[in-house]
């Protein structure tokens, strides 16, 4: 039972967003209970051990970190590092009928003699230079407003002060921009891909749905790089709830919210817990780290447009590396960073035109890691001296209607179609080199939107909970961008402005708006 019957803030939801809103509001002073419906705290950013009888302490869904501010972590004493990755990306590929392939980082000169090797000559080494140096421009320039009340789109631009970048991010389709700066399709796709993670939408887009998803995906702690969590997903989380737990907040799990009451300025939540019937408690603010669609359900009011979800997430355990066609690369180099399947730019427009109309693609988009190569520290002991690795594979363009009619069917003929791909720039097939559970099973993985939506709630399996927003104001946004149509209840997920990834920047924002900031 709660120790009291009203709170000075109730957060519904335990995922890493809600945590860091009741870190913040407790360390101020406040009251705070935080009410989750899993068992555990976490929600897609937590570790488990999916295969049975193996020690391996995976990343099960969110799974990098970059959009996690220092600030966050300094603020609430978070007991949580990251490491970066020597290695950028790795795409294999096939030219002159021979395999090769490009690999980005390891330092310049070994990234510039990789584009060389790959193209002929410097020019598209000279033009990722440009283009990723005015990106890193606009990431040192708009990265620190994410955690500062929400500037005017007009602010914004004068504080990226380049026109340039501000019409190839945020006014023109990226395709534009990538099509004019770079000449090689493998080159151009490796460039797009971060406008597609989790996104489903054409380099040309005229929503610019493409281009909100790339610039989250440069803009990540000022730099854009990619860190590893050390101790996996669940660390974090972890070091959230401990920051949380003494500062003073109430964290209960095991408890699903059912309504949420409001005049505007006192809030009720009633929830149950177990078989015990339906408890409410009082609230000044109500913070919810839910979807957009779950809160309108909860305050019974007309939700939003639905959300889709168009990827592939896919956990593997390897009792070894594979051995890749292009003898030229180590694995270990390969694997480090991301490593791009059939990602070149028209296979990703034909992949998405496929999906569009109604089919899987047949050449399905994808792109792994292994964090066991950065972090060991997620596997046990034995398993790290018997050489076992483990890889994480995200699919891109596949939505979730593509697995309406059977997602059980559609998800097993995806998951083997991509391993195909792979397979493709294997010396040796991935089957051979997964390792078996305790009941001889491979250990492998996979969920489709479908999946996410029925395990964690993710409207339609979305990612984001809906797409992405630019980080500057609109019409209902607020102050912080965590604002609803209640002065009380502010969003906390993904689906705040300036939600979306392991960031807890909502988090932060919604806590900053019930203490006034």
Request: charged share 25%; glycine share 12%; net charge negative.
């Amino acid at each position: 039972m709660p120790d009291r019957d009203a709170y000075d803030a109730v957060i519904v939801g335990g995922g890493h967003n809600g945590l860091v809103a009741a870190a913040y509001l407790a360390r101020a002073g406040r009251s705070v209970l935080l009410l989750e419906r899993l068992g555990g705290a976490g929600g897609a950013a937590v570790s488990s051990r999916p295969f049975a009888g193996v020690d391996a302490r995976l990343s099960r869904y969110s799974y990098l970190v970059s959009l996690l501010p220092k600030k966050i972590v300094r603020d609430l004493d978070l007991d949580f590092r990251v490491r970066t990755r020597t290695i950028s990306s790795y795409t294999p590929t096939e030219r002159a009928g021979r395999p090769t392939g490009l690999l980005v980082g390891g330092g310049e000169a070994r990234t510039r003699q990789a584009f060389a090797r790959l193209t002929g000559d410097s020019r598209e080494y000279e033009a990722w230079r440009s283009f990723y140096a005015m990106t890193g421009q606009v990431a040192r320039r708009v990265f620190p407003t994410l955690t500062e009340p929400l500037p005017s789109r007009d602010e914004l631009r004068d504080r990226v002060d380049d026109a340039t970048a501000w019409r190839t991010l945020f006014e023109e389709p990226i395709g534009t921009a990538i099509e004019e700066r770079f000449a090689d399709d493998l080159v151009r796709g490796i460039v797009l891909t971060d406008g597609l993670i989790g996104t489903f939408a054409d380099a040309h887009d005229p929503a610019l749905r493409q281009n909100r998803c790339f610039l989250y995906h440069v803009i990540g702690g000022g730099t854009g790089d990619w860190n590893v969590p050390v101790g996996g997903m669940g660390a974090l989380t972890g070091a959230l709830a401990d920051s949380a737990r003494i500062a003073g907040a109430r964290l209960r799990t095991g408890c699903e919210v059912t309504r949420i009451d409001t005049d505007g300025l006192r809030g009720e939540v009633t929830y149950r817990e177990g078989d015990s019937g339906e408890r409410t408690v009082a609230a000044r603010h109500v913070l919810v780290n839910a979807s957009p669609q779950a809160l309108a359900a909860l305050l019974g009011e007309e939700p939003p447009a639905p959300a889709e979800g168009a990827q592939l997430k896919v956990n593997m355990l390897l009792k070894r590396l594979p051995r890749l066609r292009d003898t030229s690369v180590d694995p270990r180099d390969a694997f480090a960073g991301t490593f791009h399947i059939a990602e070149g730019y028209e296979e990703l427009a034909t992949a998405y035109a496929q999906a569009t109309g109604g089919a899987t693609p047949a050449v399905p988009p994808s792109e792994i890691y292994c964090h066991s190569l950065t972090d060991p520290t997620i596997l046990a002991p034995d398993l790290v001296e018997r050489g076992y690795q483990t890889l994480t594979l995200f699919g891109l363009h596949t939505p979730a209607r593509l697995f309406a009619r059977d997602n059980d069917a559609v998800r097993a003929d995806l998951l083997k179609a991509t391993l195909a791909q792979l397979d493709a720039h294997l010396a040796e097939p991935i089957a051979d080199c997964l390792a078996l559970d305790a009941e001889g099973r491979p250990c492998v993985e996979a969920k489709t939107p479908l999946d996410l939506e029925r395990d964690l709630r993710l409207p339609g399996g979305h990612i984001f909970h809906g797409d992405l927003a630019f980080p500057y104001a609109d019409e209902g946004s607020g102050r912080w961008g965590v604002a609803t149509r209640h002065a009380n209840v502010l969003l906390c997920g993904a689906g705040a402005v300036r939600g979306g990834g392991v960031s807890g920047i909502p988090g932060h924002n919604a806590a900053m708006a019930a203490l006034g900031e």
